[in-house]
């Protein structure tokens, strides 16, 4: 059974880090692209960063520059790093496996609450 595990979330102040983590139970882990998203209250679910399973990362606008992407895959691991927090940050984050064009195959982990606040 596919599991993923997000964690590292919190309370920080703005201009803060945070470093999120996300435990992967996925056998063929290095195979699947590998994202986080957030949801703020009454907002739609948007991709923040992506990585795929060869190495190459993708980031919304409003996270460049401040949010780094990164996988594990000998630990079957991705990580989020997040400086210079803003409020708008606050948000829950989910992670995300994916694979396949033709038949998309996607996980999600459960979430973990990033709040930006002084």
């Known amino acids: 059974q596919v599991q993923l595990v997000e964690s590292g979330g919190g309370l920080v102040q703005p201009g803060g880090s945070l470093r999120l983590s996300c435990a992967a139970s996925?056998?063929?882990?290095?195979?699947?692209?590998m994202g986080w998203y957030r949801q703020a209250p009454e907002k739609q679910r948007e991709l923040v960063a992506v990585?795929?399973?060869?190495?190459?990362?993708n980031y919304a606008d409003s996270v460049k520059g401040r949010f780094t992407i990164s996988r594990d895959n000998a630990n079957n691991m991705v990580y989020l790093q997040m400086n210079s927090l803003k409020p708008e940050d606050t948000a829950v984050y989910y992670c995300n496996a994916r694979r396949g064009v033709v038949i998309p195959v996607t996980y999600w982990g459960q979430g973990t609450q990033v709040t930006v606040s002084s």
């Open positions: 990585i795929t399973s060869t190495g190459i990362t």
């Open positions: 996925i056998s063929t882990f290095s195979t699947y692209a």
